[in-house]
């Protein structure tokens, strides 16, 4: 069990180390970063599952293969409540922090709150069906959430600085819903044959414009000598 677990752990550690040392210009406290990992391991998952079960009584979709049911599933029971719980940590406990000093910390914490929750997520499915299904996610579904943070938190950044702050921090929230909606859309309509494919496809989309936004902040880092 120990070795399935640090299975479902190492993409994780692997991507908090990536953005950790990408944030170049000035570190954040480790205390706040590992408090942010627990709040999405525990506190996120556990707001999603009530969520969820609210969703099951005003939504109730049926198991079948109805593509408006499944396109409703990706975007708003599952892309909406994980994003939206992911977020109210990142807005509520972790922007209004003084050491949240740089645009490019909208990225650190959004990273960590979402690795929490993939790192939740994945011992849950690898515990379940092993290391096959570790190897899989570990190129797919753990980087897709970093992705999904790093969206967010390229705008979440952006708006502890400016004056228009909800409507930075909802198009955040926004961008990663779509993102990750259109991942999971595809992977739903698995029985339209071909169609995984643009699970992938959105997931490249993501990683690139991940890549882009890295990039934009720490090229216009306050703390940029």
Same mark, same amino acid.
């Given at each position: 069990?120990?070795?399935?677990? $640090?299975?479902?752990?190492? %993409?994780?550690?692997?991507?908090?180390?990536?953005?950790?040392?990408?944030?170049?210009?000035?570190?954040?406290?480790?205390? $706040? $970063?590992?408090?942010?990992?627990?709040?999405?391991?525990?506190?996120?998952?556990?707001?999603? $599952?009530?969520? =969820?079960?609210?969703?099951?009584?005003?939504?109730?979709?049926?198991?079948?293969?109805? *593509?408006?049911?499944?396109?409703?599933?990706?975007?708003?029971?599952? +892309?909406?409540?994980?994003?939206?719980? #992911? =977020?109210?940590?990142?807005?509520?406990?972790?922007?209004? #922090?003084?050491?949240?000093?740089?645009?490019?910390?909208?990225?650190?914490? +959004?990273?960590?709150?979402?690795?929490?929750?993939?790192?939740?997520?994945?011992?849950?499915?690898?515990?379940?069906?092993?290391?096959?299904?570790?190897?899989?996610?570990?190129?797919?579904?753990? %980087?897709?959430?970093a992705t999904f943070g790093i969206?967010?938190?390229?705008?979440?950044?952006?708006?502890?600085?400016?004056?228009?702050?909800?409507?930075?921090?909802?198009?955040?929230?926004? &961008? +990663?819903?779509?993102?990750?909606?259109?991942?999971?859309?595809?992977?739903? &309509?698995?029985? *339209? %044959?071909?169609?995984?494919?643009?699970?992938?496809?959105?997931?490249?989309?993501?990683? &690139?414009?991940?890549?882009?936004?890295?990039?934009?902040?720490?090229?216009?880092s306050r703390f940029k000598t």
């Open positions: 069990m120990i070795k399935l677990i $640090l299975s479902a752990l190492a %993409p994780v550690a692997l991507i908090i180390a990536y953005i950790y040392y990408s944030d170049i210009h000035e570190k954040e406290p480790k205390k $706040l $970063l590992v408090f942010s990992f627990l709040l999405g391991a525990i506190a996120s998952v556990i707001l999603a $599952l009530i969520m =969820y079960e609210g969703f099951d009584v005003i939504l109730p979709l049926k198991e079948n293969f109805n *593509i408006q049911e499944q396109i409703i599933k990706a975007f708003v029971v599952v +892309a909406f409540t994980e994003e939206f719980c #992911k =977020y109210i940590i990142v807005r509520y406990y972790a922007q209004p #922090k003084k050491d949240f000093n740089e645009k490019f910390d909208g990225i650190v914490y +959004a990273v960590m709150v979402s690795m929490g929750f993939a790192a939740t997520e994945n011992i849950i499915y690898v515990l379940q069906n092993g290391y096959e299904i570790a190897l899989t996610r570990a190129f797919t579904a753990i %980087p897709a959430h969206l967010m938190g390229y705008f979440m950044g952006k708006a502890k600085f400016r004056k228009n702050k909800w409507l930075l921090n909802l198009t955040g929230l926004g &961008l +990663a819903i779509l993102f990750h909606g259109l991942y999971d859309v595809f992977l739903f &309509l698995d029985f *339209i %044959p071909g169609i995984a494919a643009g699970a992938f496809a959105s997931l490249i989309i993501g990683l &690139l414009l991940s890549r882009k936004a890295i990039k934009n902040h720490q090229d216009t």
